[in-house]
């Protein structure tokens, strides 16, 4: 079972790019959660975590080019969100490759919980502005 389903009722933020750029990071991160839990081999996870994480790093790239672009007032609390999840992942990855972590349903929990928050909470409030 996936671990997150995107909808338009709980997940759209009414800005094109962002709606389709959260579907694919919604599907790569489902895949990676069902490597993950299904006992797929370990260097099969680790690729998969790779792709992910390389994703959502230019996702969030592309956010912020555009918020700048439109001079929005949200941007640095926006960035410092980024860059915090970022900074959890990038801990992650070197620790899986060193041998040091798993990707485990804790993992899986701990990304869809703050993908619950920041979606509705920071990417929708930028709507209005990238939509001006
Ligand atoms: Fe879609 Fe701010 O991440």
Redesign the pocket.
């Known amino acids: 079972m996936s671990l997150i389903t995107w909808t338009a009722a709980q997940y759209g933020t009414n800005v094109g790019f962002?709606d389709e750029e959260?579907q694919t990071l919604f599907d790569k991160l489902n895949k990676l959660y069902d490597l993950a839990t299904g006992g797929a081999e370990r260097s099969a996870v680790g690729a998969q975590l790779d792709d992910l994480i390389a994703y959502v790093v230019e996702?969030?790239a592309h956010?912020e080019r555009e918020m700048q672009a439109k001079g929005f007032a949200g941007y640095p609390a926006?960035k410092a969100e980024?860059d915090a999840l970022v900074g959890i992942c990038a801990g992650l990855q070197t620790k899986f490759h060193a041998g040091e972590a798993e990707v485990n349903e804790d993992v899986g929990q701990l990304v869809k919980g703050w993908l619950d928050n920041?979606?509705p909470k920071?990417?929708m409030a930028y709507a209005e502005a990238l939509n001006s």
């Open positions: 962002a959260h996702h969030f956010e926006h980024h920041h979606i920071f990417d």
